[in-house]
């Protein structure tokens, strides 16, 4: 695998580093080892699927606040979708900062989400399946979220939304520190 990390500290991109021959290529997806080398969590507890129907669906900006604190594996499993993260660590140099990476099934590209990031996605074609590997449990009282529109960010969506949420559209503006806390 390949590791970049973006220009967020501790977010990267991970690439394959596909053998190839006549029969197509075969290629390391995951390595617990690999990414702990990198600093990264290894730890993965949860494995979950999103199924998305229509492009231009957005899902997020979501986060686990501490101490449930989630880091995220994410990959277009089939499909494509634009996958952003926001830094929300206030002793960050990047606070405050997001950046967008296309995922899709023929470029294999996972992104590696820190915890303490918000996180979301809007897919780009029909029928995307996004899967995330997590290294913490789903805590439903540890949920937060960011609106997806918020002024703070300004994120460049790539789409015109087709489809959200009640939850998604109605979270409220980002508040700072208090909020990941």
Known sequence: MIFTETKLKGA???DLKPFE?????????????????????GDIKQVN???????GTLRGMHYQIQPYGEAKMVRAVRGALYDVIIDLRPASPTYLQWIGV????????LLYVPENFGHGFQTLTDDTDALYQVSEFYTPGAER????????FNIEWPLP???ISDKDRSWADYQGVAAVR
């Open 12 to 14: 990267f991109v991970v």
């Open 21 to 41: 021959d006549e029969r197509g290529f075969f290629a390391r997806a995951w390595c617990q080892r690999e990414f702990e080398e990198h600093g990264l969590s």
């Open 145 to 152: 979220g960011i609106r997806y529109n918020d002024p703070t």
């Open 102 to 109: 296309e995922l899709s099934e023929d470029n294999h590209r």
């Open 49 to 55: 699927l999103s199924y998305n129907i229509k492009k």
């Open 161 to 163: 939304i087709s489809v």
